[in-house]
């Protein structure tokens, strides 16, 4: 189960320490957020692959923080849903 401590987050910044994951999440979420042009930065790091510890940060031009990654998100699974669909139809 995937624990979210929330280190910073201001109005144009977040910084998050994500416990029990590594990269299968935050490869195509920080993928997304990079061709947000609201977006000026956005990166994650695994401390160790064994501890599942991610230090995910995004820093946004424009909005808030929280909810552009939370446009992400939903971009993401649209996609999947997709995907899905065109396997399954």
């Known amino acids: 189960m ?4 929330i280190l910073k ?3 144009k910044y977040l910084e998050v320490k994500v416990r029990g994951e590594t990269y299968t999440l935050f490869s195509p ?7 947000d042009p ?8 695994v401390d160790h692959p064994l501890q599942e510890n991610v230090y995910f940060k995004v820093k946004v ?3 808030n923080p929280i909810e ?5 998100v ?3 699974i649209s996609d999947l849903e997709e995907l899905e669909k065109s396997f399954f139809s």
Not at 2 to 5: F, I, T
Not at 68 to 72: F, I, L
């Open 2 to 5: 995937l624990q979210l401590e």
């Open 9 to 11: 987050l201001d109005d």
């Open 29 to 35: 979420l920080v993928e997304y957020l990079s061709n």
């Open 38 to 45: 609201d977006v000026e930065y956005v990166q994650f790091d």
């Open 61 to 63: 031009r424009r909005g």
């Open 68 to 72: 552009v990654v939370q446009r992400a």
């Open 74 to 76: 939903n971009a993401i």
